[in-house]
């Protein structure tokens, strides 16, 4: 798209009022002034284009809830952003970003944050602030631990960090309550801490391509659980023929297996007591 036809368009806009501008995809290295003049957008898509920055301007779009930016060469967060402080969706993935500002706190309606694909290696201190954020995306990331700010994100229903370096998680990930889904494939997970199986609200739950051997029977305390995948991992317990049946099969694996225990035990008390 040329400056003048993004003019064009940017004019329209203005007679037209729309609360939505989809300008994805239109091979943009800059946005004109002209953007702030747009001040009742509710959405604006500028995603895969080819944007480093962005202008003063847009601060001026007060009223924006949605912003699309993944696909473009942003290595920083433009702070022009978090001046948007109606934004409830923010997506950044597939940028060049290895840090967050700890201005992103003023987002604080922030309900759905999407950092997939990016350079990033720890979160600021701030971010703890975005009480009401509700699914944080940060897939194919350069995570080596779940930074500790995200366990104070107690609102997070949905959490992707699949495809990092995560070698362990900590017991405080029971904080997070309210988690129905949980992406971790793809890192380098040897084991489940006990509090992780606190998490009874969960319903979808991938776990594949770790080091894990061994599935603890308190997985069965996870009552809520429709999805587990575990595929590519070196599973003893339950064997991975059985994991990768489901569920369902993992509970009627340590059923059996409980009530196998429960049958010798009884009979070594017999034993005993007949002896």
Known sequence: MTDEQLLEVIQETVESKAAVLDLGR?????????????????SLDLSDNKLSSLPPEITHLKNLTHLF?????????PLEITQLTNLTHLFLSDNQLALLPPEIARLTQLEVLYLSHNWINSLPEEICQLTSLAELDLDDN???????????????????????????LSPEIAQLNQLTSLNLCGNQLTSLPPEFFWLTRLEWLYLGKNHLTILPPEICQLTELE???LDGNL?????????????DAVRQY????FTRELREEAREHFLEYHW
């Not at 350069?142 to 994100?153: N, V």
């Not at 599973?235 to 569920?247: C, E, F, H, N, T």
């Open 227 to 229: 999805h587990l995948s």
């Open 69 to 77: 930016l993944s696909g473009n060469k942003l290595t920083t967060l």
């Open 254 to 257: 340590f059923g059996a297996l």
């Open 235 to 247: 599973l003893v317990s339950p064997p991975l023929w059985i994991a990768r049946k489901g569920i």
């Open 26 to 42: 239109k091979d943009l290295s800059t946005l004109p002034p002209d953007i702030g003049r747009l001040t009742w957008l509710k």
């Open 142 to 168: 350069q995570l080596a631990e779940l930074p500790p700010q995200i366990f104070r994100l107690t609102s997070l229903r949905h959490l992707f960090v699949n495809d990092n370096q995560l070698t362990e």
